[in-house]
C-alpha cells in the first residue's frame, strides 16, 4: 500500500510543476484524495456492498469536489489536477497515466443500461471543462481540447477539439491545424496549444476575400483604361 501511495505522489511531481514537497501532495491535493478514497469505495462496491461505497463516494465528493462512482474502473498513474467539478460515472473505464482536469464529464447520454460511459485508453489527456459522453472509446495518446463536447469514438493519437468534437490532427498529421503533436511523446500535457478549425476556415476565408478584392481592383482599373481610350 506504501508503495502505491508513494507512485501516486510521484505521478503528481512529474505533472504538476506546483508540487513543491511530498508533504505537501499528500496533504494538500484533493484530486489524489479522490483517487485515494475511491479505491475504498471500489472495492466494497466489487463486494456487493450498496450503502458504503456510495456514502464513501458522497464523502469524497463533499472533501475534494469529485465525484467518481464506485464502479468506475481507474487505471495507474492517473492524475487529476484540481479536480473540482469532475464527473466520472459508473461504467467508466480509465487506463494507464491518465491526466484529467477541472470540469471533465466522463458520462452518459440517457437511460441506457449496462455500459453506458466512455472508455479511455492509455495516456489520454482531457482537459478543462471537456464532456465525453456515451460508451465509446477514445483511443490511447489522444487529446481533448478544454470545453469540447465528444459524443463518437476518438482513433489513437488523436486530437478532438470543438462542440460538437472533431478530430483535428492524426497521428501527427494535420487534418485542419498548424498544430502537430508529436507522437514519440507519452504524455503531451500541452493541452493549451490545441488546433482552432474555426480559426483555420477564418483565415482561409479572409485571404480568400483579400484575392477577390485585388482581383476586382485590377479589373476596375483595366475598365477605366478602356474606357478612357475610347
Known sequence: MFNRIKADINVV?????????????????????????????????KNDFVIIPR???????????????????????????????LVIGETTEIGSNVTLYQGVTLGGTGKETGKRHPTIGNNVVISSGAKVLGSFKVGDNSKIGSGSVVLNEVPENSVVVG???????????????????????????????????VADYEEALNKRLEELTTRLSQLETIAKKETNNE
Not at 491535493?29 to 466494497?44: E, Q
Not at 463516494?57 to 472533501?63: A, D, I, M, W
Open 13 to 45: 511531481f512529474q505533472r504538476d510543476p506546483a508540487a513543491k514537497s511530498k508533504l505537501e501532495v499528500f496533504l494538500c491535493y484533493p484530486g489524489l484524495h479522490a483517487i485515494w478514497l475511491h479505491r475504498i469505495s471500489h472495492y466494497f462496491y
Open 55 to 85: 456514502l464513501i463516494n458522497t464523502f469524497s465528493r463533499f472533501l475534494t469536489g469529485c465525484d467518481i462512482h464506485p464502479g468506475a474502473q481507474l487505471g495507474e498513474g492517473l492524475f487529476i489536477d484540481h479536480g473540482m467539478g
Open 163 to 197: 462542440v460538437p468534437g472533431r478530430v483535428v490532427t492524426k497521428d501527427g498529421v494535420k487534418i485542419s491545424s498548424s498544430t502537430i503533436i508529436d507522437p514519440n511523446s507519452l504524455i503531451d500535457l500541452n493541452h493549451d496549444k490545441l488546433p482552432d478549425p
